[in-house]
């Protein structure tokens, strides 16, 4: 019989008794038997049509937690033993995950940091960064006045926008981002104050070198370096919205169940729909 491999885990070692402690490759008896227990229940749920998964709140704050603390993903991956794909399908989907999944993730320690975590010199991948920077410019949003918002001083979102240092970013620096783009998201730079012909030129440039609007993105996607949008056909939010409100509208579902039916959250098709409704019908949700 072939006994399946244990990965070294972080952190202390559970007390005995506990199966986390056998799932780190204590035989005594107590952790033997809280082992046993637990296929025991799992089978049990099984039997009586129970589902094994668990939802995916506690688990997605958690990574959220890790990446504040200045764990990246490829870390998150290697100790949860999960494949890139999984990690962001858990992200983006928020479908419920396996136990043991969620358990393996959970196991990951949240590292304790002074003062001002976001400080630190951790640094994180630039991918997610660098597109919501060129999404900002695809807008219409200059690079100058992306560094005034920023606070980062003047050159610097020019500089990562032309992916010439590397491939990380700090921890602090793509938190900023984040969150500068969370608050413009939505708005256009002339309501802004950023002049007409200024904002116009921004989107001409950002256009000659093809990087996707606003319209092209969902939130989760920034950071999945799997995922690329097609610019070329329908923009996802109009995509979602029209399926959506079809399935509402003519068949009867909740937008609950059309998001369901869709593959994504009902946050998402609130949002498509919102956005849909503001730009071409000039209506609220």
């Not at 007409?196 to 001409?204: D, E, F, I, T």
């Not at 995922?227 to 979602?240: V, W």
Request: net charge positive; charged share 25%; aromatic share 8%.
């Amino acid at each position: 019989m072939t006994t399946a491999r244990r990965v070294r885990q972080p952190g202390p070692m559970p007390d005995h008794g506990d199966v986390r402690r056998y799932r780190r490759g204590c035989t005594c008896q107590p952790c033997t038997s809280a082992a046993t227990a637990e296929v025991k229940k799992w089978k049990f749920l099984r039997e009586n049509g129970r589902s094994s998964l668990v939802p995916a709140d506690r688990v997605i704050r958690h990574i959220w937690r890790l990446r504040y603390a200045g764990v990246t993903d490829i870390e998150i991956r290697e100790q949860a033993r999960l494949s890139p794909p999984h990690l962001y399908q858990i992200i983006r989907t928020k479908a419920p995950v396996r136990h043991f999944t969620a358990a393996r993730i959970l196991a990951i320690p949240v590292p304790e940091h002074t003062a001002e975590p976001n400080r630190n010199g951790t640094h994180v991948p630039a991918l997610g960064s660098i597109r919501r920077l060129q999404t900002l410019s695809a807008e219409g949003w200059p690079a100058k006045e992306l560094d005034k918002l920023l606070d980062t001083g003047t050159g610097y979102v020019s500089y990562l926008l032309r992916e010439v240092g590397g491939d990380t970013v700090r921890l602090f620096t793509a938190a900023a981002i984040r969150n500068l783009y969370a608050d413009l998201d939505g708005q256009t730079p002339e309501e802004n104050g950023v002049p007409a012909g200024v904002a116009k030129l921004a989107r001409a440039r950002a256009a000659k070198k093809q990087w996707p609007r606003a319209a092209y993105w969902d939130a989760d996607d920034f950071d999945n370096p799997d995922f690329e949008p097609a610019t070329h056909g329908t923009p996802r939010y109009i995509e979602l919205a029209e399926n959506g409100l079809e399935l509402e509208q003519r068949q009867g579902y909740t937008r609950e169940q059309a998001a369901d039916r869709l593959g994504v959250t009902k946050d998402n098709l609130q949002q498509a729909i919102t956005r849909y409704r503001r730009i071409h019908l000039g209506a609220a949700a």
